[in-house]
Nanobody, 115 residues
Framework: QVLLVESGGGLVQAGGSLRISCAAS????????MYWYRQAPGKQREWVAT???????SYADSVKDRFTISRDDAKNTVYLQMNSLKPEDTAVYYC?????????WGRGTQVTVSS
């Protein structure tokens, strides 16, 4: 089993920055990728960013050039640095990990951007 715990969410003013983290623990091996998703009130969950085991990153168009995904393999932690935040970035942010044994999700961390 794999446990993912997100942290670092909070309230920030538009134009500000925030870094959220996702710590993975448990039976972790042969990770395929780690991902961030978000879900705003009344909307479907949407993909935000991916980082593969090789370090290749990709981003949704809505966050490209503002958000940066990174990871610390020694800590089994993935980060999302969010800059130039906008009110439309307000959502619950979820971490996801895929590996040979399955597909795992965290419970999310709330990010609220005030205008």
């Amino acid at each position: 089993q794999v446990l993912l715990v997100e942290s670092g969410g909070g309230l920030v003013q538009a134009g500000g920055s925030l870094r959220i983290s996702c710590a993975a623990s448990g039976r972790i091996f042969s990770i395929n990728g780690m991902y961030w998703y978000r879900q705003a009130p009344g909307k479907q969950r949407e993909w935000v960013a991916t980082i593969t085991t090789r370090g290749t990153t990709s981003y949704a168009d809505s966050v490209k050039d503002r958000f940066t995904i990174s990871r610390d393999d020694a800590k089994n932690t993935v980060y999302l640095q969010m800059n130039s935040l906008k009110p439309e970035d307000t959502a619950v942010y979820y971490c996801r990990l895929t590996q040979a044994s399955g597909d795992y999700w965290g419970r999310g961390t709330q990010v609220t951007v005030s205008s």
